[in-house]
C-alpha cells in the first residue's frame, strides 16, 4: 500500500498556513474550485458578504421605508400625492422585482376615497376602465363616525426592468364632497388616536 496524505498545507508567502484537512469518514468526496478568483465563506469568519449575484431567486436584496408621522388631508376630487408617503430604491439589477407594500391609518367624512400606487408618473395595478379606477378603494367614513381611524393596505410585485434610482408613491382622490385625513381621525379630539402610515420597498431576486 502506498503513502496516503492526511492532510494538505498550504504556507503564506511571508507566514501563516492554511491546512486541508479531509473529514475522518468512509468513502471518497469531491470538492471543486470554481474557475475564477473569488473568496471562500466560511461559518467561521465574520464579515463576509455573498455577492448579490449569487444569492437564489427570491432572495431579499434590500430594503428601503418610510414612514409618515404627520398628517396629510385634502378635499381633492382629482388625484394628488400624499405628502411624505414616497419611497425611493436603486435596483442592482435589471431582472429584479420591486416589492411595495403600504400602510396607511385614515379617517375623514362621507363615502369613498380612490388611492393609486404609482411608480414616478406610472399607474401601478390599477384597471383599465370602468368607474373611479384605482389601485385601491379606501372604504368611507360616514359623519356620524367622525372619531374612527380606518385602516388601508397595498401589496403589489413591479417588475421595473431598470437599475436607475425608481420612486413610488401614493395618490388619493376624494368621492365629491369628501375629506379625507392621514393618521387621525376627523374629529380629532383629545380622546382620539394619531397614527403612522409606512410604504416599504423591498427588491427581490429574480
Known amino acids: 500500500m502506498g503513502n496516503r496524505m492526511t492532510a494538505l498545507v ?8 492554511i491546512t486541508l484537512q479531509a473529514n475522518a469518514t468512509a468513502g471518497t468526496n469531491t470538492l471543486t474550485l470554481p474557475a475564477n478568483t473569488g473568496t471562500i465563506l466560511t461559518t467561521a469568519s465574520s464579515g463576509q458578504i455573498i455577492p448579490k449575484a449569487g444569492l437564489p431567486t427570491g432572495s431579499v ?23 411624505g408617503m414616497s419611497v425611493s430604491i436603486t435596483p442592482t439589477s435589471a431582472t429584479s422585482k420591486i416589492l411595495i407594500i403600504a400602510s396607511l391609518n385614515y379617517g375623514g367624512s362621507y ?17 383599465s ?5 384605482c389601485t385601491i378603494s379606501l372604504c368611507g367614513i360616514y359623519n356620524d363616525n367622525v372619531w374612527l381611524i380606518y385602516s388601508g393596505n397595498i401589496s403589489f410585485l413591479d417588475s421595473p426592468a431598470s437599475t436607475s434610482s425608481l420612486t413610488y408613491k401614493l395618490q388619493i382622490a376624494c368621492q365629491s364632497g369628501g375629506l379625507f385625513y392621514l393618521n387621525r381621525s376627523q374629529r380629532n379630539n383629545s380622546s382620539d388616536s394619531v397614527c403612522s402610515s409606512t410604504i416599504t420597498a423591498m427588491e427581490i431576486a429574480a
Do not use: M
Not at 498550504?10 to 498556513?17: E, H, K, L, M, V
Not at 436584496?61 to 405628502?83: A, E, G
Not at 376602465?129 to 379606477?133: C, F
Open 61 to 83: 436584496l434590500q430594503v428601503v421605508q418610510t414612514t409618515k408621522t404627520d398628517t396629510f388631508s385634502t378635499t381633492s376630487t382629482s388625484k394628488v400625492d400624499i405628502t
Open 111 to 127: 363615502f369613498n376615497y380612490y388611492c393609486d400606487l404609482l411608480r414616478g408618473a406610472t399607474v401601478l395595478n390599477a384597471p
Open 10 to 17: 498550504i504556507y503564506g508567502d511571508t507566514s501563516g498556513s
Open 129 to 133: 376602465s370602468g368607474n373611479n379606477p
